[in-house]
């Protein structure tokens, strides 16, 4: 979520994004501790870093989600978060206007609420205090947003718009989950995984875009399953499982088309046309 708001709001190339990305988990702590982790300090150093971010690129610390700060072309970016009122459904933050969305927050404020993940940072509370919502991450079923972002897209710019290229990147496939119903930690931890399921959402898509080049998922396939939240910063077995990955005949089929998708600029299918498509197509 911060990588998809630094890439298309504040126009940072991709080593830029990597790099803001690797120097705020290098703050953060994901190592449960005797005492467990201190969901106030990441919380904190969450709020601090996010803000001396925007410092650095000229923007107020207080700047507003939706809120013309640069004179610099930007995306329409929108992302998602859950209330502890409903987890199961996305509150979208937009950095555009919308009918019927009255809720403007700063882009910290934003930001945190979409990170939130309870097991390693404190809620958010945004609004006026009698209609305050406490923010908690991503909703269930939401952390991969490709289909709300596809129903965003053409509700944005109308269902005749023609798309050139939809990339969803994963983060590894998951391992097949199962839990010790006796052990309570065994259970939280499937519940986390639950959470965080990116592939039910993924192979919906799939099989429902199965003939649209304009569509193309790339995660890798093995290896991944492993990496845990506190070993963000090994990123020599990441890469190397991502280059065997990438070295598969057929995903380097759907990265060629996908390349010459966007260097042609041609949509070949409408927002609406994907929106329809039954599943199954």
């Known amino acids: 979520r911060l990588v998809a708001f630094v890439l298309g709001r504040l126009r940072m190339?991709?080593?830029?994004a990597i790099d803001t990305l690797l120097s705020v988990t290098?703050?953060?702590?994901?190592?449960?501790?005797?005492?467990?982790?201190d969901r106030e300090q990441n919380s904190g150093t969450l709020v601090g870093f996010l803000e001396n971010?925007?410092?650095t690129r000229?923007?107020?610390?207080?700047?507003?989600?939706?809120?013309k700060y640069s004179p610099l072309e930007?995306?329409?970016?929108?992302?998602?978060a859950a209330t502890s009122a409903n987890m199961a459904h996305p509150h979208a933050f937009r950095t555009y206007p919308v009918r019927g969305s009255n809720v403007n927050p700063t882009i910290v404020e934003a930001l945190c609420a979409t990170m939130a993940l309870p097991s390693y940072f404190s809620p958010v509370k945004i609004g006026p205090p009698r209609r305050q919502k406490t923010f908690v991450g991503g909703a269930l079923g939401a952390n991969n947003p490709t289909r709300l972002l596809l129903e965003e897209a053409s509700n944005a710019y109308g269902k005749e718009r023609r798309v050139s290229q939809i990339v969803s990147l994963g983060c590894g496939i998951p391992r097949v989950s199962s839990v010790n119903s006796s052990d309570k930690q065994d259970i939280d931890n499937a519940l986390k995984e639950?959470?965080?399921?990116?592939?039910?959402?993924?192979?919906?898509l799939a099989t429902r875009l199965l003939d649209v080049d304009a569509y193309v998922r790339l995660n890798v396939n093995r290896g991944m399953e492993t990496v845990r939240m506190e070993e963000w910063d090994d990123l020599g077995a990441i890469e190397t499982h991502t280059a065997s990955y990438l070295m598969i005949a057929l995903i380097s089929e759907s990265?060629?088309?996908?390349?010459?998708?966007?260097?042609e600029r041609a949509g070949a299918v409408t927002l609406g046309q994907i929106s329809e498509c039954p599943e199954g197509c």
């Open 194 to 204: 639950i959470t965080a399921d990116c592939e039910t959402v993924a192979n919906e």
């Open 255 to 263: 990265i060629d088309t996908s390349l010459r998708c966007l260097k």
């Open 74 to 80: 930007s995306s329409k970016v929108a992302i998602y």
């Open 13 to 16: 190339n991709v080593d830029q």
């Open 26 to 37: 290098a703050l953060l702590t994901f190592h449960d501790s005797n005492e467990g982790i």
């Open 58 to 67: 000229g923007i107020a610390h207080d700047a507003k989600l939706n809120e």
């Open 53 to 55: 971010m925007l410092r």
